[in-house]
T-cell receptor, first 112, second 114 residues
Framework: GEDVEQSLFLSVREGDSSVINCTYTDSSSTYLYWYKQEPGAGLQLLTYIFSNMDMKQDQRLTVLLNKKDKHLSLRIADTQTGDSAIYFCAETLGGSQGNLIFGKGTKLSVKP | DSGVTQTPKHLITATGQRVTLRCSPR?????VYWYQQSLDQGLQFLIQYYNGEERAKGNILERFSAQQFPDLHSELNLSSLELGDSALYFC?????????????FGNGTRLTVT
């Protein structure tokens, strides 16, 4: 069945890089997404990658996609305390945006 | 601010009751989506509307229904509420329906059923 797996927790020191990993199951997923959720807020789209790309960089964020292993990662360079949040990986099923399958989220804690 | 407005922010009600959650999408967005976020199930897609028509259905219970009005706002109706319906309900909107049309989420309505 469809499933997106993420580790639940990650703790890093301020200034270090954070790498959040995700595995997905649907090989037909055309886009893969990373969302950020801060306490008491909705999900904020951080970045997304088309499935024919291996990498996408956007300022401090780098997304790596290994389509063969169905593995997606989000690297945050120079992690700041303001990056503390829950990060969700999501895949689409088929061509419909509505069928977004989310992982359970990785809680990133950044220690000063 | 995503531009998606959800009301109310919090709702406390008793089992067996019925509630209505409201969502105003971003200006110009035609698609509205409803998601449920709970601790055990995570984020679950419920239903999608596009320009007033139902477009896709996910794990939505028969006790739940939704609609999108001509002004594009949407309402999610939850009836015969059970304790297990306690969750955060998110609305999201997007311009279109394709996978290249990212979702923008509201801040959610926290429903507590007692």
């Amino acid at each position: 069945g469809e499933d997106v797996e993420q580790s639940l927790f990650l703790s890093v020191r301020e200034g270090d890089s954070s790498v959040i990993n995700c595995t997905y199951t649907d090989s037909s997923s055309t886009y893969l997404y990373w969302y950020k959720q801060e306490p008491g807020a909705g999900l904020q789209l951080l970045t997304y990658i088309f499935s024919n790309m291996d990498m996408k960089q956007d300022q401090r964020l780098t997304v790596l996609l290994n389509k063969k292993d169905k593995h997606l990662s989000l690297r945050i360079a120079d992690t700041q305390t303001g990056d503390s949040a829950i990060y969700f990986c999501a895949e689409t099923l088929g061509g419909s945006q509505g069928n977004l399958i989310f992982g359970k989220g990785t809680k990133l804690s950044v220690k000063p | 601010d995503s531009g998606v407005t959800q009301t109310p922010k919090h709702l406390i009600t008793a089992t067996g009751q019925r509630v209505t959650l409201r969502c105003s999408p971003r200006s110009g967005d035609l698609s509205v989506y409803w998601y449920q976020q709970s601790l055990d199930q995570g984020l679950q897609f419920l239903i999608q509307y596009y320009n007033g028509e139902e477009r896709a259905k996910g794990n939505i219970l028969e006790r739940f229904s939704a609609q999108q009005f001509p002004d594009l706002h949407s309402e999610l109706n939850l009836s015969s509420l059970e304790l297990g319906d306690s969750a955060l309900y998110f609305c999201a909107s997007s311009v279109g329906t394709g996978v290249d049309s990212p979702l923008h989420f509201g801040n959610g309505t926290r429903l507590t059923v007692t």
